[in-house]
Structure formats: C-alpha cells, structure tokens
C-alpha cells in the first residue's frame, strides 16, 4: 500500500532541501504513519489501517466507526 493516511487522506509532500549557498535539491517530506488494529464494536471484528498521528486523534475525538465511515465515503478505505 502506499504511504497515505486512510482516515485523513494525508500524504507525501514534495519540497526543496536548501543549501547554505542557496542550492537547491528535491526532497519528500513522509507522513507519520502507524498501522493500527482497530475493534469495530458494530461488526464485531478488528480492522487493521494505516493512520497518521492527526487520524488518530480523529479516531479519538469521534470513534472508531465514525472515522471509517467518513474514510469509505472520501474513497480512501476499500
């Protein structure tokens, strides 16, 4: 899978490393991503997803179920 957030769509940046003398040179900047389990208390099962560190404080702020399902309507989660 690729290295982007499945509750917050967050992913690779692209950006410029700067010199001293002022040269220069492409760099990405990675997101914080942890793959996580997951209890879905409605299914009654684990789901395992990759998160930023915001997507984990959404997943606190408005639960586990709520997240995914805002994940599934965005097209980030299949």
Same mark, same amino acid.
């Given at each position: 899978? &690729? +290295? ?5 769509? +967050? ?7 700067? &010199? ?12 914080? @991503?942890?793959?996580? +389990? ?5 299914? %009654? ?6 998160? &930023? ?7 606190? +702020?408005? %639960? ?10 965005? %097209? @980030?989660?299949?």
């Amino acid at each position: 899978m &690729s +290295k982007i957030c499945q509750i917050t769509g +967050k992913k690779r940046l692209v950006g410029n490393n700067v &010199s001293h003398a002022n040269n220069k040179t492409k760099r990405t900047f990675e997101v914080n @991503l942890f793959t996580k +389990k997951f209890f879905m208390p409605e299914a %009654g099962e684990w789901i395992t997803l990759k998160v &930023s560190a915001h997507g984990l404080k959404t997943i606190n +702020k408005v %639960g586990v179920d709520e997240a995914v399902r805002r994940g599934r309507k965005e %097209g @980030l989660i299949k």
